[in-house]
């Protein structure tokens, strides 16, 4: 009775802990907080695994507390223990109970691995080579920002991931320069993209969890790949699917930014002499991934961050162009565009601030 | 017992090269010394199998290019056999024979500079004829360090039986030397064997394609 | 023979440690070393908890914090724990099993050399033009990328004193095969030698793989070589392996020792043999062997597919079950037993919950779809600071309190050492248990900095005060080891008075041939069991005759120095400068000569008489 009592609290206790748990962070960027299947099947696999494991250290921490409470040497206490050798029966109860208690783990763990693993819906092409009835984003990940690439939109788009709620979206995944880490927190766990190779896999954004988390979540590079890698952030933009295809569409439709006032054409001057050759301003870019060597501008006005880090404002477009080494050190853009005089920067920034392409 | 200790044929032992702690302590650690340096070749080879035939473009030369048969088995015949004149050095090692030791270890030492001679034309010759160079690709630096790895574990092990003998060559066996003769010659066939897996995993199945 | 250790100059010592090949003074060489970069270690991570403090800080910039971040670990590992297990190793594993030193006493110095002089020179990277910076896992691509010299300080660094470990490596393996006193068979060797065995060959087969990483690295670095250049067809997930399978190893090599310490403390402070023994040995067997099957759960995330990833995720869980049972044999070791609470006591007990919270999210990150979500965040930051610090490191702070009576003759202060242990612990469970929660709420790690309005900030801050409370305890750990030393009581044979193996029953600090006769072991707890029939000494194997010990030699220094200078040479090679060359040349040079000189010339040590020992004894309590 009083056995089963314990177990009863033992039980209140988890449930605690995994209210505890899931109490952490902020939505857009707790992996406690999952706003996908993907995420949700890996906090499950956390609930799961932490449920076993406190179960363990419960066990330990009596028997622990109970040794060290009745074993204590009194002062002058000069008598000898009984020397033990070992217990058979006890050995084998420490050794089994594990063993069952990992396979409890084991097999979900395995099952879950080959689940998120299946992206065999991305290699169904219809005659055209697109993709059936999937959607497939290519991400590459550069010194200090990331490519989102829709290869059956004909649509190049970078720092701000835009994705179709409530439906699997799947990912290429590569670097151009060393390895980096593709890693949005609330929608699930990370994977490598390598220099050599693509990496595949597939994430779900939950249409009411986005919404909790105002439609924005961070994403984030986990893995060390210079002195900016902590500033190498870029945001994901869930979208409903009518949303996105209507977003889609905005994208394919831009030929060539139009930008008003006299300012901004002077900055437009300045970008097709100083910038143009690294950053595109469109998002048809048909070039080959090796000659895109910055990210796309086309929707800059509409960003969520101005370098992925900085808050989205005037003054920080500014900040950044003169000087891009203060905010992200180590980043390929600096030294490459000559020195801008302040008026060359204001008009730059004026152009740039009208690169959109939804708000129009 | 002294190590230094002159012995006639009556009184050297049957195992001079584990007869003392020091040489046992030297045998021993040899053997697992060997163990690790297993391991560095796995590991060299499986960088090779992962690396063969990966070149920047279409007209780098690859495995099939540039293997020959004739000439890595001659090289492979020499390093047998001079692991067969090295076992008949420590069968006279192991009967007092100094003399006959030495002189067959003059006979793996000089198959030994062959098979390395061998082994700098070969380098020599893809160089030469299919720019196939440490710095061309993946294929060759992994080609290099692992076939140069064992050709310079080859001249360490020449460099070391020669030391030994001219330090020896006055004073005969006892056994202190004992053991250094002996753990030379394991190395020697360690190397050997290590060369087999060479000439099976990269030169044989290279060929093959 | 018998004063030739007393009253010598202060040049004479410096000359006597430089060329000692006793395995007793390598010992307080390696702990001297560990110790003091241990220190440049922990300032390092002070630096990294200051920086991240408070959001956006701007204490270090972006580049230097990842140096530190590198130096932090690559220090840690390479060169705190692994000398400071090797101190341990020295001091301890020759007189466990009674011998009179390890089966080869030069290399012991050797390989020592080695690991200062490749340490030493990773540090100097700090003076010239920057340290490593691509983490101490130093992946090949950023590794490849990185400007300026750090990386090669990193590989030629590492390569050299990755010689010297092996080197221990093989030769404790031969010194507990071959140097046993009579009696001491294998299943009657204390825990911390069993552990110490396991680790050695360990260390054999894990230290190749990285021999060979690093070769690749520098060939790809200094000589031109491609095997990482994607461009030119190499691999960068070559270079992952190779460490990996080196790196898995390696804690495996760290925490092995701590478990043998713990098993050691805790028999002798409950005066009550280990529990479990022999499932303890196949325990520590099976975790070493485990050990090798597990590296590519590092790589979870790197893309080798779900057939890999399942696999090494059922064989890391697996690892749980060996070490479980070792947790539970230490409980029920102190079970019935008369648990008497010293400062190595304090640390073996706080140890069990400890290791069982590090030991329990390695089990979560077993779990590869959940690992995806934890993998380089700071979820894995706490996990393996929960596993090395509160396993290897309360295991050799409780080593060093538990054998500094017989490394030095004297017994640390007890009320110091209890402060040291009590800001310790409690600033490391401020420092980490709060990371679990920052990697889980979205903090990758390694980051230099991290946004305000994340909700980190609190976590963050939390953990830098426990930093502090860590590097208070330490501070007071130093000054205690200063007084104590300058205070010096000696002490006698047993300072603990409940010691049970064999090197309780000898002098403290051992004479340098340790044992006068070589004791006859007749059961575990060799010396336990001699006291339990009332005896005060252990039984002598042999009659009283002449010792025969190896010769003092500098040459170790020559081997090690001359690699360094070459290592220079090698390192400067690739910026085209014309007197690269003929340093590498010299310092080969001081190498090989060095090395032939130890060839053909013949050592045979020399014998203490039988006479001289008689004397010794007369003499009494001689230090």
Avoid at chain 3, 23 to 46: Q, R, W
Wanted: glycine content about 8%; hydrophobic content about 50%.
């Amino acid at each position: 009775m009083k056995k089963r009592l314990h177990k009863w609290r033992l039980i209140a206790l988890l449930g605690i802990v995994g209210l505890v748990l899931s109490g952490c962070g902020e939505p857009f960027v707790s992996a406690l907080k999952p706003a996908g299947d993907v995420a949700q099947s890996q906090f499950d696999l956390l609930i799961l695994s932490t449920l076993i494991m406190v179960l363990v250290i419960i066990v330990v921490i009596i028997l622990f507390v109970v040794v060290i409470l009745r074993f204590r040497r009194k002062k002058g206490d000069e008598t000898i223990p009984k020397q033990i050798e070992g217990s058979h029966k006890l050995e084998i109860i420490w050794t089994v109970i594990p063993i069952l208690l990992l396979i409890v783990l084991a097999v979900p763990t395995v099952v879950t691995t080959f689940d998120l693993a299946d992206t065999k819906a991305m290699d169904k092409k219809d005659k055209d080579g697109k993709t059936k009835d999937a959607l497939v984003v290519n991400v590459r990940a550069n010194l200090y920002w990331w490519e989102f690439e829709y290869p059956d939109l004909g649509v190049v788009t970078s720092q701000d991931l835009v994705v179709p709620t409530d439906q699997k979206v799947y990912f290429n995944l590569t670097a151009s320069d060393v390895k980096h880490s593709f890693w949005i927190p609330a929608a699930g766990g990370k994977m490598d993209t390598n220099t050599d190779g693509v990496n595949k896999f597939y994430l779900e954004f939950d249409s009411e969890k986005a919404e909790d988390s105002n439609n924005i979540f961070y994403g984030k590079c986990a893995e060390l790949c210079g002195p900016s890698h902590a500033l190498m952030d870029f945001k994901v933009v869930p979208k409903s699917k009518s949303d996105f295809e209507a977003w889609a569409k905005d994208m394919k439709s831009v030929k060539e930014p139009v930008v008003e006032g006299d300012v901004a054409k002077q900055g437009e001057a300045v970008f097709n002499k100083s910038c143009i050759g690294c950053h595109a301003v469109t998002p048809n870019d048909s070039r080959p991934e090796a000659a895109r060597q910055a990210p796309n501008l086309a929707t800059f006005g509409e960003r969520q961050r101005i370098a992925g880090v900085l808050d989205h404002t005037e003054a920080n477009v500014k900040n950044w162009i003169k000087d891009p080494e203060k905010y992200k050190p180590g980043n390929t853009m600096t030294g490459t565009y000559g020195e801008l005089s302040d008026s060359d920067i204001d008009a730059l920034t004026a152009y740039l601030l009208q690169l959109k392409v939804e708000e129009k | 017992m002294h190590a230094d200790e002159k012995f006639t044929d009556a009184t050297w032992p049957a195992s001079p090269e584990k007869a003392t702690l020091e040489g046992k302590n030297k045998y021993l650690g040899f053997w697992l010394f060997l163990g690790g340096e297993t391991v560095l070749f796995a590991s060299l080879f499986a960088t090779y199998l992962a690396l063969k035939d990966k070149v920047p473009n279409g007209e780098a030369a690859l495995a099939k290019d540039l293997f020959e048969l004739p000439l890595t088995f001659v090289a492979t015949m020499l390093l047998l056999t001079s692991s067969l004149t090295s076992v008949y050095a420590m069968y006279h090692m192991k009967n007092n024979h100094f003399k006959q030791m030495q002189a067959w270890l003059v006979i793996t030492i000089a198959l030994g500079f062959a098979f390395l001679g061998l082994e700098i034309y070969e380098f020599n010759h893809y160089v030469h004829e299919f720019h196939h160079t440490f710095t061309s690709s993946a294929f060759g630096s992994a080609f290099y360090t692992l076939v140069g790895f064992h050709g310079g574990h080859v001249a360490f092990g020449l460099l070391w039986f020669i030391s030994l003998m001219v330090r020896n060559a006055r004073r005969g066996l006892n056994l202190y030397n004992a053991p250094k003769f002996y753990i030379a010659s394991l190395y020697w066939h360690f190397i050997d064997v290590v060369w087999v897996f060479i000439f099976t995993v990269v030169y044989l199945m290279g060929m093959v394609g | 023979m018998s004063t030739y250790a007393n009253k010598k100059g202060f040049g004479a010592t410096i000359w006597d440690y430089l060329t000692t090949v006793d395995h007793k003074k390598i010992a307080i060489l390696y702990l001297i070393s560990g110790g003091l970069f241990f220190v440049i270690g922990g300032l390092e991570a002070m630096f990294i908890r200051i920086q991240l403090a408070i959001p956006n800080n701007d204490f270090v910039s972006a580049g230097f914090y990842n140096e530190i971040l590198t130096m932090h670990g690559t220090t840690m590992i390479f060169l705190a724990a692994m000398p400071l297990v090797f101190a341990l190793m020295n001091a301890v594993v020759p007189l466990q099993i009674g011998a009179r030193d390890v089966a080869f006493p030069f290399l012991n110095s050797l390989g020592f050399w080695l690991f200062f002089f490749g340490g030493v020179f990773l540090n100097l990277s700090w003076f010239l033009g920057g340290a490593p910076d691509a983490g101490w896992t130093s992946y090949a691509s950023l590794s490849l990328h990185s400007a300026g010299h750090g990386i090669d300080f990193y590989v030629l660094g590492l390569q050299i004193s990755g010689f010297g470990s092996l080197m221990a490596g093989i030769n404790f393996l031969v010194t507990i095969i071959n140097m046993r006193a009579p009696g001491m068979t294998y299943m009657r060797m204390p825990l911390f030698t069993w552990s110490t065995f396991v680790v050695s060959a360990l260390i054999l087969f894990a230290f190749p793989p990285l021999t060979v990483g690093l070769v690749l690295m520098m060939f790809d670095r200094m000589f031109g070589a491609n095997f990482f250049d994607v461009a030119a067809g190499g691999n960068t997930i070559i270079w992952e392996h190779l460490f990996w399978i080196f790196g898995h190893p390696e804690v495996y090599i760290l925490i092995l020792p701590a478990f043998g310490i713990f098993s050691e403390i805790f028999a002798t402070f409950s005066r009550k043999r280990l529990f479990g023994y022999s499932s303890m040995v196949f325990a520590t067997v099976l975790i070493g062997f485990l050990g090798f099957m597990v590296w590519a759960h590092h790589m979870f995330t790197t893309g080798l597919g779900p057939i890999a990833n399942a696999i090494f995720a059922v064989a890391t869980m697996a690892i749980a079950v060996p070490t479980g049972i070792k947790i539970f044999n230490w409980i029920f070791t102190m079970w019935g037993g008369s648990v008497k609470f010293t400062v190595p006591m304090l640390y073996a007990v706080a140890f069990i919950p400890t290791f069982t919270m590090g030991g329990v999210t390695g089990i979560m990150l077993a779990s590869a779809p959940a690992d995806y979500q934890y993998h380089d965040s700071y979820f894995v930051v706490a996990h393996f600071h929960y596993v090395i610090v509160g396993g290897v490191v309360l295991g050799l702070l409780a080593g060093i309190n538990f054998y500094w009576p017989k490394m030095f003759g004297t017994l640390l202060n007890e009320k110091l050492g209890q402060i040291t242990f009590w800001t310790f612990l409690i600033g490391f469970h401020l420092t980490f248990f709060i990371q679990h929660f920052l990697g889980l709420m979205g903090m990758p790690r390694r980051v230099f900095t991290f946004l305000d309005n994340q909700g980190l900030n609190t976590g963050n801050m939390i953990s830098t005060v426990g930093a502090f409370l860590m590097a208070f305890g330490v501070l007071v750990m130093v000054i205690n080891i200063i007084i104590t030393s300058v205070k010096n009581e000696k002490v006698g044979n047993d300072p603990w008075g409940d010691g049970r193996t064999l090197e309780w029953s000898i002098p403290s600090p051992p004479p340098f041939y340790n044992f006068k006769q070589l004791p006859l072991v007749r059961g575990l707890d060799a010396y336990w069991v001699e006291k339990m029939e009332g005896k005060k000494e252990m039984t002598p194997a042999e009659p009283l005759g002449d010792i025969h010990m190896p010769n003092s030699s500098f040459l170790p220094v020559m081997i090690a120095f001359g690699l360094f200078v070459a290592a220079f040479g090698a390192l400067y090679h690739m910026d085209d400068k014309s007197w690269t060359l003929p340093i590498i040349i010299v310092g080969l040079l001081i190498t090989f000569g060095s090395m032939l000189i130890r060839s053909v010339k013949d050592d045979h040590g020399f014998h203490i008489h039988k006479e001289d020992l008689m004397d010794d004894s007369d003499k009494g309590g001689k230090a």
